[in-house]
């Protein structure tokens, strides 16, 4: 497992800049030595096409999955989609038809250990962000506690990838006045701290408007927010 | 081994015949499994919300149920530990998804708010039913289960890395919400919707406010502990390398 210290910022803003799902599957695999599959859930508009999925899992693996029709059975799939939140993969109840499967893919090399992130944005598309490794299990409860909320965090971003790759449009951030507020006090150099006491509010709930502005301006950065909030005039700071 | 647990089990039945509580985690996958408890919790929700606080909210016969409830929200249910009888009810959702409490205070209240970001859930429809917790929970004050409904959220939160919750409440539960150890801001007051104000809040969730909780309301166990299935329809069942799993086998 991968041990060493990750640099999170690094690797987002790395993720955020890549053109393709197919890229940041393969840059979050690298980074965290794991395989990743991200899967878009069936939507109206593209009912008839195939599922949109891409994954680090070897190439063997992929054909005897489709050849053997194992999304059928596929735990994972069959309730991943019916959850909402984050799972690890011995939460599921798996069916006596999916244990040849598992089997199957234990003979292919593949982990056991696996940790999915349901994603939902605001026009309901939903999609399916999974993990997946061959750790040992003290090594795998580590690495969920560890790195679990950077998961989610990719997974979102992943997502926010996915949408532009398959409609191509790119939701344009709407920020309510409390979260404008909060940036332009960011521009003026002030840090969570004292934005607390301006606004009168715990330090919790401004790094979480914090949090919502670089999730709806898709940044790794409170720097990142300000310069695109200036460019796209969401903000004026004279 | 198996000596051992059949000594050890009939003393827990002893002790739970006065009414284990339990919590719940309903997904839209084990929906099926749990169709009495929502039942219940609509039910519920309908006394509370409509007939109570006569909130303008849907409703549909006994029961109360908006377009969020399509949404394949998590529902956090208390219940006794036969699965039978319901005592308070939580709906969660993910702000970066469509959220009730957005929805309605864009159309309540001049300033939007508009929190999103993973990490971020809406709780609401958060509801006790007094009555059947007087009944078989006397030791319990109605206050005190309110804060042990959203310790147990806390909990649920924590083990989903959610370290933020936006809900809404009454005005008069935010003091009783703060004794408790909960740390809050309201950051949206929206009036008419029914007979007194309703509150949007901001919660904090970390394990130092859920041991806070846990103080303050003498609580000296998880009040939600993750159901795994048998290891038998356990994904990692086959190849685990837990030892006690094969040792409880021979």
């Given at each position: 497992m991968s041990t060493g210290a990750i640099e999170r910022e690094a690797l987002l803003d790395q993720i955020r800049e890549l053109p393709n799902v197919e890229r940041a599957v393969v840059a979050v695999r690298d980074a965290l030595d794991v395989h990743v599959t991200y899967h878009l859930a069936h939507t109206v508009s593209s009912a008839t096409d195939d599922p949109f999925v891409r994954t680090t899992y070897p190439d063997h693996w992929i054909a005897r999955y489709l050849l053997a029709q194992y999304v059928r059975v596929d735990p994972v799939v069959r309730e991943g989609f019916q959850r909402i939140l984050p799972f690890d993969w011995s939460e599921l109840e798996v069916g006596e038809d999916a244990h040849a499967m598992m089997a199957d893919s234990i003979a292919h090399g593949i982990g056991i250990w696996g940790y999915s992130v349901p994603v939902v944005d605001t026009s309901s598309r939903r999609a399916l962000f999974s993990i997946n490794a061959n750790f040992s299990e003290t090594d795998w409860r580590e690495f969920i506690s560890r790195f679990r909320d950077l998961i989610v965090e990719i997974a979102q971003i992943v997502h926010t990838i996915a949408i532009t790759e398959v409609f191509g449009d790119q939701e344009v951030p709407n920020l309510s006045a409390r979260e404008r507020e909060v940036l332009i006090w960011t521009a003026r150099g002030k840090d969570y701290k004292a934005i607390a006491i301006i606004l009168n509010l715990s330090h919790h709930t401004v790094k979480a408007y914090m949090k919502s502005i670089r999730h709806k301006l898709n940044s790794t950065t409170m720097t990142q927010c300000v310069a695109k909030a200036i460019a796209a005039r969401l903000i004026d700071i004279d | 081994m198996v000596k051992v647990m059949k000594f050890v089990e009939p003393c827990c039945v002893i002790f739970a015949t006065k009414g284990r509580k339990m919590i719940l985690l309903v997904q839209a996958y084990n929906y099926e499994r749990h169709t009495n408890l929502l039942k219940q919790m609509y039910r519920l929700r309908k006394r509370v919300f409509s007939d109570q606080l006569e909130w303008n909210v849907p409703v549909h016969g006994d029961m109360e149920k908006d377009?969020?409830?399509?949404?394949?929200p998590a529902y956090l249910l208390w219940c006794n530990e036969d699965m039978d009888v319901l005592y308070g009810a939580i709906r969660l959702l993910p702000t970066t998804g469509p959220t009730l409490l957005y929805d309605v205070f864009r159309r309540t209240f001049p300033e939007n708010i508009d929190l999103r970001a993973p990490g971020i859930w809406e709780g609401t429809?958060?509801?006790?039913?007094e009555t059947r917790i007087a009944d078989d929970?006397?030791?319990?004050?109605p206050g005190d289960a309110f804060c042990m409904l959203l310790l147990a959220l806390c909990e649920v939160a924590l083990a989903h890395g959610i370290h933020t919750l936006i809900s809404n409440y009454e005005p008069h539960l935010k003091r009783i919400y703060k004794r408790s150890g909960a740390k809050l801001d309201e950051i949206g007051r929206a009036e008419g919707y029914g007979k007194r104000p309703v509150c949007c809040g901001v919660f904090e969730v970390s394990e130092e406010i859920r041991d806070t909780m846990r103080d303050k309301l003498d609580i000296k166990s998880p009040l939600y502990t993750a159901s795994r299935p048998k290891p038998k329809y356990r994904y990692v069942a086959p190849v685990t390398q837990n030892t006690g799993v094969a040792a409880l086998f021979h």
């Amino acid at each position: 497992m991968s041990t060493g210290a990750i640099e999170r910022e690094a690797l987002l803003d790395q993720i955020r800049e890549l053109p393709n799902v197919e890229r940041a599957v393969v840059a979050v695999r690298d980074a965290l030595d794991v395989h990743v599959t991200y899967h878009l859930a069936h939507t109206v508009s593209s009912a008839t096409d195939d599922p949109f999925v891409r994954t680090t899992y070897p190439d063997h693996w992929i054909a005897r999955y489709l050849l053997a029709q194992y999304v059928r059975v596929d735990p994972v799939v069959r309730e991943g989609f019916q959850r909402i939140l984050p799972f690890d993969w011995s939460e599921l109840e798996v069916g006596e038809d999916a244990h040849a499967m598992m089997a199957d893919s234990i003979a292919h090399g593949i982990g056991i250990w696996g940790y999915s992130v349901p994603v939902v944005d605001t026009s309901s598309r939903r999609a399916l962000f999974s993990i997946n490794a061959n750790f040992s299990e003290t090594d795998w409860r580590e690495f969920i506690s560890r790195f679990r909320d950077l998961i989610v965090e990719i997974a979102q971003i992943v997502h926010t990838i996915a949408i532009t790759e398959v409609f191509g449009d790119q939701e344009v951030p709407n920020l309510s006045a409390r979260e404008r507020e909060v940036l332009i006090w960011t521009a003026r150099g002030k840090d969570y701290k004292a934005i607390a006491i301006i606004l009168n509010l715990s330090h919790h709930t401004v790094k979480a408007y914090m949090k919502s502005i670089r999730h709806k301006l898709n940044s790794t950065t409170m720097t990142q927010c300000v310069a695109k909030a200036i460019a796209a005039r969401l903000i004026d700071i004279d | 081994m198996v000596k051992v647990m059949k000594f050890v089990e009939p003393c827990c039945v002893i002790f739970a015949t006065k009414g284990r509580k339990m919590i719940l985690l309903v997904q839209a996958y084990n929906y099926e499994r749990h169709t009495n408890l929502l039942k219940q919790m609509y039910r519920l929700r309908k006394r509370v919300f409509s007939d109570q606080l006569e909130w303008n909210v849907p409703v549909h016969g006994d029961m109360e149920k908006d377009g969020y409830d399509e949404m394949k929200p998590a529902y956090l249910l208390w219940c006794n530990e036969d699965m039978d009888v319901l005592y308070g009810a939580i709906r969660l959702l993910p702000t970066t998804g469509p959220t009730l409490l957005y929805d309605v205070f864009r159309r309540t209240f001049p300033e939007n708010i508009d929190l999103r970001a993973p990490g971020i859930w809406e709780g609401t429809r958060m509801c006790i039913d007094e009555t059947r917790i007087a009944d078989d929970h006397p030791e319990i004050a109605p206050g005190d289960a309110f804060c042990m409904l959203l310790l147990a959220l806390c909990e649920v939160a924590l083990a989903h890395g959610i370290h933020t919750l936006i809900s809404n409440y009454e005005p008069h539960l935010k003091r009783i919400y703060k004794r408790s150890g909960a740390k809050l801001d309201e950051i949206g007051r929206a009036e008419g919707y029914g007979k007194r104000p309703v509150c949007c809040g901001v919660f904090e969730v970390s394990e130092e406010i859920r041991d806070t909780m846990r103080d303050k309301l003498d609580i000296k166990s998880p009040l939600y502990t993750a159901s795994r299935p048998k290891p038998k329809y356990r994904y990692v069942a086959p190849v685990t390398q837990n030892t006690g799993v094969a040792a409880l086998f021979h």
